[in-house]
C-alpha cells in the first residue's frame, strides 16, 4: 500500500496526518478551522484518498499557520507515500466546474515543485476563512510535494465555490495523476530514469 504518515510540530502548530493513496476517500479532519475541513475532506473524497488530519495551531493569532502548515504536512506525506513513483501515470489536467465557475488544474508529479495560481476572489473571507489563505495551501502543498502545479479559475463569482472548485481540481487531478498505469508499470515515467529534479 502506498501511504504514510507524518508528525510536524513547531512553535505555531502541531499537526499528524495520515495518507493512504490507494484508499477509499474515507476522512477524519480536525484543523479547528470548519471552511479548511470541508475543504480537505472533499479533497479526499474527490482524490479518493483515504486522509486523517489533526491539527492544532495558533488559530488565536490567525488561520495562516496552521492553513500553510497542513498544506506542508500534506505534500510530504504524499511525497513519501508515492516512493520512487515507478508506474504513476504522473501527468493530470482537467476542468472543473462548479455552478458559475470553472476552474482549470494541470499537475505534474516531476519532483520539481512550481506553482502557478491565477485564481482570484472577490472577497477577503468565507466565513472567518482568508481567502489568501488558498493559495498558501496551494503553494506549501506543492513545494513539499515537489509537484508542478498550474492552477487557473477561469471565470467564477461566489468566492465559496471557486475555492471547492480548486481544491476539487486538485483532487481530481491528483487522483489521475497518481494512479498506476497499467502499460508502464513498474516503470519511472521519465526520460532520465528517475523523478526528482
Known amino acids: ?5 507524518i ?7 502541531k499537526v499528524r496526518l495520515a495518507v493512504n493513496l490507494d484508499g477509499t476517500g474515507r476522512a477524519s479532519i480536525a484543523t479547528g478551522i470548519g471552511f479548511f475541513d470541508h475543504m480537505l475532506d472533499l479533497l479526499a473524497r474527490h482524490a479518493r484518498f483515504d486522509l486523517e488530519v489533526e491539527a492544532k495551531g495558533d488559530l488565536h493569532v490567525d488561520f495562516h499557520h496552521t492553513t500553510e502548515d497542513v498544506g506542508i504536512v500534506l505534500g510530504q506525506a504524499i511525497r513519501r507515500a508515492l516512493g520512487d513513483m515507478r508506474g504513476i501515470t504522473r501527468y493530470a489536467d ?7 465557475t470553472l476552474t482549470r488544474v494541470a499537475l505534474d508529479i516531476s519532483g520539481r515543485p512550481f506553482l502557478v495560481f491565477r485564481t482570484e476572489f472577490k472577497v477577503g473571507k468565507i466565513g472567518e476563512f482568508d481567502t489568501e489563505l488558498v493559495r498558501e495551501f496551494f503553494q506549501a502543498f506543492a513545494s513539499n510535494a515537489g509537484v508542478t502545479l498550474h492552477v487557473e479559475t477561469l471565470y467564477g463569482d461566489n468566492a465559496h465555490h471557486i475555492a471547492e472548485s ?3 481540481g486538485l483532487a481530481r487531478a491528483l487522483r489521475a495523476a497518481v494512479a498506476i498505469d497499467p ?3 513498474g516503470e519511472i515515467p ?3 530514469g528517475a523523478l526528482g529534479g
Open 1 to 5: 500500500m502506498r501511504q504514510a504518515e
Open 183 to 185: 502499460a508502464a508499470a
Open 190 to 192: 521519465s526520460t532520465k
Open 94 to 100: 482537467l476542468h472543473l466546474p462548479m455552478d458559475e
Open 7 to 13: 508528525v510536524r510540530e513547531t512553535k505555531e502548530t
Open 166 to 168: 480548486c481544491f476539487k
